[in-house]
Every structure is written in structure tokens, then in C-alpha cells.
């Protein structure tokens, strides 16, 4: 929260904080569900989530191996989810 009111009072732009657990493909599609709303256009989009979880092999709700859905299908599905839109904002 202090980065993002530090990013505004700097006058750099305008902050939107989105939360959602990426260990749910349920909460995935409601993140792009609420930026879809929220925005006309998607300038940029990084996917920047990661985990490392050490221990016994852990699923997700979703019954897919823990590490590779936070790191690897969710960023793939909130893409695919923000897809048409990334493409309605390209010049």
C-alpha cells in the first residue's frame, strides 16, 4: 500500500490494487473478470507470480501439481482471459 500511494502522490500515474490466489483458477478468471471491467485496454501485461513451496507435493483445488499451476497455467489462463482485450489495444 505505501508503493502505491508513493506512485500516485509522485504523480507517475494512477494504482489499482487487484488481489486474487492464483492457486485458484476460479479466482484467476475473476481477476481478468474485474480488469475486464474495470479497463478499455490493456497497454502491458506482465505475469509475474511464482512460488516455491518445499515439502511433500501439494495440489491445488483445481487437482493440478501446486507449483505449476501458480506458476505456469494461471499466468497462461489470465492471459487467455485478457486476450481479446490485450488485442482490442494493440495500435
Do not use: C, K
Not at 45 to 69: K, T
Not at 74 to 88: C, I
Request: glycine share 4%; no cysteine; net charge negative.
Amino acid at each position: 500500500m505505501e508503493l502505491l500511494a508513493e506512485i500516485e502522490a509522485e504523480g507517475r500515474g494512477s494504482v489499482r490494487l487487484y488481489l486474487a490466489d492464483l492457486a485458484s483458477f476460479d479466482e484467476v478468471r475473476s481477476l481478468a473478470w474485474a480488469i475486464r471491467r474495470d479497463y478499455d485496454r490493456i497497454d502491458v501485461l506482465i505475469n509475474n507470480a511464482r512460488i516455491w513451496l518445499e515439502g511433500p507435493r501439494q495440489l491445488s483445488d483445481d487437482g493440478n501439481e501446486l507449483h505449476f499451476q501458480v506458476n505456469y497455467l494461471s499466468s497462461f489462463l489470465l492471459t487467455r482471459e485478457l486476450l481479446p482485450l490485450l488485442r482490442r489495444s494493440a495500435p
